[in-house]
């Protein structure tokens, strides 16, 4: 906010009172391919390997998979610079339009463009089928399972889940117990996080259930990538995914309180420094609503109004991209200035619905993640159409000790952390490193788990003029209001170092257009 | 609208008008530097003045140095890029409330000046980089008016660049009011050309001038001119009119009506600029009226946030 500076000597600098810190900017080798290989495409693929993992784009045998094919004869077609070309303007067009993200620990607020390649990840109709009938499951019975905790506590005495796993969770928020929320929606934002294992099918390695991110990454994505290959796109007959806003939008909707027919939603920002800032200002823009900030907002008798030039108005749905201990310092984290003194008392009261739901983080902490299988079951009656990754829970003495002796080859991940934050990925550590987690994990066995390094799917991708396979996963987008909707699609999150295993945007991921077959 | 995006707009504006304004100054400034028996130190102070007094852009005797300083150093508040970084900080805080375009093109005008090729320009060609800069700020204004809806965020972003230059030009006038008027007959002589073409091309205004009154300079004309005129976008009288557009403007499209205090402000600021001739201002304290120019814009900006802004939730929810 801006006022006068005192000193009377300069006068003319009147200055703004700024938040933060201004920050200024930062910033063919040919060898011959397989013989008898079907397509000429040779000077692209160097030596591209494949071995036991799941290759997206090729059999083992090398043979380009079917919905690969009018790809690779694109590709084959383009001569070697227009790729290349390609390429850069588009680097530059996420420059100018400053699609970025922002990196914690290093320079504080350090801007980046998102890395991104050139290939699109082909999803086929019968895939996405079960990936969505699989999602729908799992987030139905999850939501069922974070109304049963903060009521009844049914699957707790039922002993499916053990009563101090769920307890002892760091997101398990007793504020919430026995608070009805709007429609029972706890999760109407989610994005799971899927793997392709070695057999070709999709396990879901982790459940964002709180703020997740990176959605504009896929709406981005998918505009660039009609405008760099227009005819490829339109040959394959790609689901489109652009009515996202919308969708959200209706979903934010239909969960406004009683008697407000004409909500007023918002996006609830962390602000300018939050790594996913672009993305909360794409989505407000394309929703057509206010984005804010904690300090636009004020209570009073328990109604959530925030500051304009004509005074102050109304807010019914928050759209919140601020974790729930940043929220309200009255009743979570009393030193943050991030969210809005008075707002869990005005959702307690009903006159303002918040999505997602305080607490929803229970249900993706990482240990009760291995029991969601069982809750599908428990809730449901059905079998999981996904699977889960095998998960040790180090919090079982039989289980630790196995972790203990295989740390080198297991990935053990702090059970509330996201992000790729707090992770040891065993094969790839240090014996110091090992030690270190060992006795965390001896200090504090409830906060990790442990699972196999596994080894997923890769794709192709565009390294300096060659492709080159890496690893990927997929970050579908559900949205839970009326019914759950999931847009066909997703980001495709790619370790663009070779040979890694982290996809994590910040931790120096990158992404890809996902496009779901007709 | 909300008030902080409200804020942002403004300051977004006013930050770009002042890092337009610095530049300006500067290039007049080193070329009055350029002429035999101009005391360099001088009018390196009188521009420095001009912007307000830094403390920190007192002379040291390097030309270069200095010059450097005031446009590419990080953290002064006087300098162009501390001026183009706090724009762009303010509009990436309301990125959903401008259009794509002006973004980019903010976007384009603050990698310019972070890039080592300005730096580079700077060595070679001072004016054509200066000139560069400025290029990016019009074309930044000119995507604001033809790709910004022209609401209430628009009238912000015109209050803000109204209020900055009405302050910036009477300030420049105080200070160069005395040099005007109260030297010898013999010390005019001189250089007193050159001097009065500067004053005029530190508003971009010397050719409009020359529309109105012909090239023959003088130093009341060039006061009126630049104090009364309705016309031309730099003078004192066109800018509080286009203030008192935008405070109409923001009341039209949503804002709260304006309050009494507000446009009496706005009133005897405008009354001051149509209702004097230059004659009674020459005739008074041509020094205690532009003074007391400037403390009507800045009440202006006080009132302004204390209405649209910085109000009081009691007094809000009275209401």
Redesign the interface.
Same mark, same amino acid.
């Not at chain 2, 990436?92 to 959903?96: F, G, I, K, N, S």
């Not at chain 2, 649209?308 to 109000?311: A, I, L, T």
């Given at each position: 906010m801006g006022r006068k500076r005192a000193d009377a000597a300069h006068p003319l600098y009147l200055e703004q009172v700024s938040d933060g810190v201004l920050n200024p900017g930062e910033e063919s080798a040919q060898i011959p391919m397989n013989a008898g290989h079907p397509v000429e495409m040779e000077p692209l693929y160097g030596d591209y390997p494949l071995d036991q993992a799941f290759d997206e784009m090729r059999e083992p045998s090398g043979e380009v998979r079917a919905q690969y094919k009018a790809l690779a004869e694109t590709l084959a077609s383009l001569p070697a610079q227009e790729l290349q070309q390609r390429k850069q303007s588009m680097d530059l067009a996420f420059l100018t339009q400053g699609i970025t993200f922002t990196v914690y620990g290093r320079d504080e607020g350090t801007e980046r463009i998102f890395p991104y390649d050139l290939l699109p990840r082909l999803v086929t109709a019968q895939e996405w089928d079960r990936i969505e009938r699989g999602l729908t499951q799992r987030i139905t019975a999850l939501n069922l399972f974070l109304r049963d905790v903060y009521f009844d506590a049914k699957i707790l005495n039922d002993h499916v889940i053990p009563r101090d796993l769920v307890y002892s969770c760091k997101h398990f928020r007793r504020q919430m117990r026995g608070l009805q929320v709007p429609r029972n929606v706890y999760i109407a934002v989610v994005g799971s996080d899927l793997l392709r294992l070695n057999n070709g099918e999709f396990v879901v390695l982790e459940d964002n259930l709180r703020v997740p991110s990176g959605v504009s990454y896929m709406l981005t994505n998918r505009r660039v990538m009609k405008r760099t290959f227009p005819k490829l796109f339109a040959s394959y007959g790609v689901r489109p995914i652009e009515q996202y806003p919308q969708l959200l939008l209706a979903t934010l909707r239909s969960l406004a309180p009683e008697g407000r027919p004409e909500p007023n939603i918002v996006l609830l920002t962390p602000g300018v420094f939050n790594s996913a800032y672009f993305e909360h200002t794409y989505l407000a823009r394309q929703m057509g609503i206010d984005l804010v900030e904690g300090r636009d907002l004020v209570t009073h008798d328990n109604i959530v109004y925030m500051r304009t030039t004509d005074g102050l108005k109304r807010v019914d749905v928050i759209y919140r991209r601020v974790d729930d201990d940043f929220s309200d310092p009255l009743i979570f984290r009393s030193d943050s200035s991030l969210g809005c003194a008075g707002l869990f008392n005005a959702y307690r009261a009903g006159n303002v619905t918040v999505s997602n739901a305080f607490g929803t983080g229970l249900a993706d902490d990482k240990a009760v993640y291995a029991y969601v299988p069982k809750m599908i079951k428990y809730y449901l009656g059905e079998d999981p159409i996904l699977e889960n990754v095998e998960t040790y829970l180090l919090s079982e003495e039989k289980d630790r000790k196995h972790v203990l002796a295989n740390l080198d080859k297991l990935v053990v991940k702090a059970v509330g952390e996201s992000g790729g934050y707090g992770m040891l990925i065993g094969p790839h550590s240090t014996a110091q490193k090992r030690e270190e987690f060992a006795r965390q994990i001896e200090a504090n066995p409830r906060n990790y788990i442990a699972q196999p390094t596994l080894d997923f799917s890769r794709a192709p991708c565009l390294v300096g003029d060659r492709l080159e396979p890496r690893h990927v996963d997929l970050r579908p987008y559900i949205l839970f209001g009326d019914k759950v909707n999931i847009v066909p699609g997703g980001l495709t999150r790619v370790a663009l170092e070779k040979g890694s295993l982290v996809v994590n945007s910040s931790q120096g991921g990158g992404s890809k257009d996902t496009w779901v077959l007709e | 609208?909300? %008030? +902080?995006?409200?804020?942002s707009l403004?300051?977004m504006s +006013?930050?770009l008008e +002042?890092a337009e304004n610095t530049v300006r100054q500067l290039d007049v400034t080193m070329g009055l530097m350029l002429d035999t028996g101009a005391n360099v130190e001088s009018r390196w102070e009188r521009m420095v003045a001009a912007?307000?007094?830094?403390?920190t852009m007192e002379w040291n005797g390097s030309q270069e140095q200095m010059a450097r300083k005031l446009v590419f150093d $990080?953290v002064d508040?006087?300098s162009v890029?501390?001026s183009v @970084?706090?724009a762009r900080? @303010?509009a990436? $805080?309301? +990125?959903?409330e401008i259009s %794509?375009e002006q973004?980019?093109r903010l @976007?384009?005008l603050?990698?310019q000046i972070?890039s080592p090729h300005a730096q580079a320009q700077f060595s070679s060609s001072v004016s054509d980089m200066l000139a560069s800069i400025i290029d990016g700020i019009y074309l930044f204004k000119g995507t604001t008016d033809t790709t910004m809806i022209h609401g $209430?965020g628009w009238h912000f972003i015109r209050l803000g660049r109204y209020l900055e230059r009405a302050?910036?030009t009477a300030?420049l006038l105080e200070v160069y009011q005395p040099d005007l008027f109260q030297q010898t007959a013999q010390e005019r002589a001189g250089h007193m050309h050159l001097e009065l073409v500067g004053l005029l091309r530190c508003c971009t205004s010397f050719e409009a001038y020359c529309q109105v009154y012909t090239a023959d300079l003088s130093p009341d004309r060039i006061l009126e001119f630049l104090l009364l005129n309705r016309d031309f976008p730099h003078a004192l009288r066109y800018c509080v009119d286009g203030a008192r557009q935008a405070i109409d403007g /923001?009341q039209h499209t949503?804002?709260?009506r304006a309050p009494d205090e507000l446009i009496a402000s706005m009133g005897k600021l405008h009354a001051m600029l149509v209702y004097t001739s230059i004659n009674e201002i020459l005739a008074g304290d041509a020094a205690a009226f532009l003074h007391h120019i400037?403390e009507q814009c800045?009440r202006i900006?006080?009132l302004v =946030?204390r209405y =649209?802004?910085?109000?009081s /939730?009691q007094s809000?929810?009275a209401?």
């Open positions: - | 609208m909300l %008030s +902080r995006v409200a804020d403004y300051w +006013r930050y +002042r912007l307000g007094k830094p403390a $990080q508040p006087a890029t501390y @970084n706090a900080e @303010n990436r $805080q309301v +990125r959903e %794509s973004w980019q @976007n384009r603050f990698h972070h $209430q302050y910036a300030t /923001i949503g804002g709260r400037r800045l900006h006080e =946030y =649209y802004v910085h109000y /939730i809000a929810l209401v």
